[in-house]
């Protein structure tokens, strides 16, 4: 078919004008010849010439300036031509032309504007048929693809802006839904496709359209995403194989994997080598790449002044999403690095909120996860202010005295479970901050004048219910510095395992939930780790069995301000007690980082029982999906 004689060379602009709405008006009375020229036009994309390439450019702006004759019934096939066309296959000038149509069309009349925001959302990422997606995989992973993607998206932004002004009531809340109803699969295995369709939502709330697109339902959209992408990860594809050779039983006591077989050699547990495993699993990979997005987001938002109020929506996601994922390994990371980034209004919402739900929830799970998430983040967040730490222990100690009193009989862990939560809770607060508030006399008295003695001396008997590696961690530390008075029988010896340990977590598993665990993976890591306390860094002031007094002393000062360790804490203002113990930064290796406790129950309760010796250290856990 040869050129349409609508679009010859020799036309004016005018008589180019003209002639097309011609063609359209004659498509309407039954004539299609040039019309059908026309469409044939739109549909040509595959090795365009110099020529074809100005034909084309000519028609969209031809097209363009006749979008008022167009009828979304008659003109059916040229609207599915347009709509058809993608950004991705053209060079700069047939993208100038077809965006510019796009925005007349979609200015001319309303039915209009939903196809044209459609049409631009697809555009967030390349084409996904199966001839385009491979070719355009390997495109983006080389400069000239870069290039091409700044090009695209630079216009469908600017394109969606000029949209919006045009019809600020009713296209920004299309574009949401629209956004959202088009979110690729997580299981695309496109990996590259899924983070530039995430970009581009998160584009959104950051850029100059920012003012008419609500931030909730996208920002939303993208934690769900994370949190689906999360529960997908299988511990068995990463705790595997050579994995188990050379570690102890105890290193992998709450990995859900068969360990019987395992090498009793108790070699330092190798942290970066389950960080590499996590970076060769496809899920994780992806999971890793969307959620750097999301943390360079909210470092924007900080350097742009409104991390918090983009925190709001972020944490009302938090509740409704993450909270209530009992099986979530890593996505509420991003609650932890926001947190990094403002401690001081951030990081004291995230606590207030989790309090609130520990004490006042309605929802037995809800309220352990939330105790969870509060004993996690406490122990593990470098940047929060160890007064805060203090005064939010004591609510959750003083929430549990008041429980017990009214409380009658013996062990009961499903009746008491959300009790139980919140022994725990303190216990592993206290083994990860003991010796930094014991370090700061009115802390010190803070803490003795905590109920801590009567809760878990209480005939509910939380030391027999809460995880024997953490109850023996807490006494082995309270022994040590001689603080609580606490039964003599548990304070001398190891603990039995027993069922009681297992039991008030519940199918969740919540009495092994710690979800603020050392990330692994290997992207986010390199965000987390700055702000992070690992036990390494706490275990190394006290570890070493022997010490002198005055070596104790100075442990106990090197402990005291991990604050200060790695980074700066800009704008939080020391008080006179922790000025005291402005010192070294720790020396701690973090390749060699160890971590939570875990339940070891299911190595018990056979014909065979023995008891636990006192752990040097708290050996790692990763809460695992499986539990």
């Not at 389950?274 to 924007?300: C, P, Y």
Request: proline share 4%; net charge negative.
């Amino acid at each position: 078919m040869g050129a349409p004689v609508m679009c010859e060379p020799s036309f004016t602009d005018s008589e180019l004008d003209e002639h097309i709405r011609s063609a359209l008006k004659a498509a309407i009375e039954g004539d299609f010849d040039y019309y059908n020229q026309l469409v044939a036009v739109m549909y040509r994309k595959e090795r365009l010439v110099t020529e074809e390439v100005a034909l084309l450019v000519t028609c969209l702006k031809a097209v363009t300036g006749a979008v008022r004759y167009i009828d979304i019934t008659h003109h059916r096939s040229l609207l599915v031509a347009i709509s058809g066309m993608s950004l991705w296959d053209y060079d700069t000038d047939v993208m100038d032309a077809l965006v510019e149509l796009l925005a007349h069309l979609a200015s001319s009349r309303g039915e209009y504007v939903d196809l044209c925001l459609e049409m631009l959302v697809i555009n967030f990422m390349p084409p996904t048929s199966p001839s385009s997606a491979s070719y355009f995989v390997d495109l983006l992973k080389q400069s000239r693809g870069l290039t091409k993607k700044n090009q695209v998206l630079d216009r469908v932004h600017s394109t969606l802006l000029n949209i919006a002004r045009m019809s600020p009531v009713h296209s920004p809340r299309k574009l949401e839904k629209i956004v959202i109803d088009r979110m690729p699969n997580i299981k695309m295995k496109e990996h590259v496709f899924i983070e530039t369709y995430v970009e581009n939502m998160l584009r959104l709330l950051t850029g100059r359209i920012s003012e008419f697109v609500g931030s909730s339902m996208l920002l939303f959209a993208v934690v769900d995403c994370l949190r689906d992408l999360d529960v997908e990860i299988d511990w068995s594809d990463i705790l595997k194989d050579d994995f188990h050779k050379g570690k102890s039983d105890l290193e992998l006591e709450t990995f859900e994997v068969p360990i019987d077989h395992i090498q009793q050699d108790y070699n330092e547990f190798d942290w970066e080598s389950l960080i590499q495993r996590f970076s060769g699993v496809d899920v994780a990979r992806k999971l890793d790449n969307l959620m750097v997005l999301v943390f360079e987001h909210l470092k924007t938002s900080s350097e742009s002044g409104h991390l918090v109020q983009v925190f709001e929506t972020l944490l009302q996601s938090f509740r409704i999403t993450i909270l209530t994922a009992y099986k979530s390994k890593f996505c509420q990371f991003i609650m932890f690095y926001a947190c990094s980034l403002d401690p001081e209004s951030c990081g004291k919402k995230f606590v207030s909120m989790l309090i609130n739900t520990f004490v006042s929830g309605l929802n037995p799970e809800l309220r352990m996860s939330a105790v969870s998430y509060l004993a996690s983040y406490l122990a593990r967040a470098k940047f929060v202010d160890i007064s805060l730490i203090a005064t939010i222990l004591e609510s959750v100690v003083n929430w549990c005295y008041v429980y017990c009193k009214e409380q009658v009989g013996d062990i009961n862990p499903k009746a008491h479970k959300v009790f139980y939560a919140g022994c725990q809770a303190t216990m592993y607060i206290l083994c990860f901050r003991m010796r930094q508030m014991l370090a700061i006399p009115r802390l010190k008295l803070q803490l003795l004048h905590m109920h801590i003695d009567d809760i878990l001396g209480h005939p509910l008997k939380p030391l027999q219910v809460c995880l024997p590696s953490i109850v023996e961690e807490f006494l082995r530390l309270a022994k040590d510095n001689h603080i609580f008075s606490l039964p003599q029988i548990f304070a001398d010896h190891g603990l039995l395992e027993s069922e009681h340990s297992r039991a008030f977590g519940g199918m969740d598993r919540l009495d092994v939930f710690f979800p603020f665990d050392p990330c692994l993976l290997l992207k986010c890591d390199r965000y987390i780790r700055p702000n992070y306390v690992s036990w390494s860094m706490v275990r190394s002031t006290y570890d070493e069995e022997g010490t002198s007094d005055e070596d104790e002393e100075e442990d106990i000062e090197a402990c005291a301000d991990y604050d200060r360790v790695g980074i700066p804490i800009a704008g939080r203002a020391r008080s006179s007690d922790e000025d005291a113990f402005d010192l070294d930064e720790f020396d701690v290796s973090l390749d060699k980082m160890s971590i939570t406790p875990g339940d070891t129950s299911h190595k018990f309760g056979g014909s065979v029982q023995r008891f636990m010796q006192m752990p040097s250290k708290i050996r790692p856990s990763t809460s695992p999906e499986s539990l």
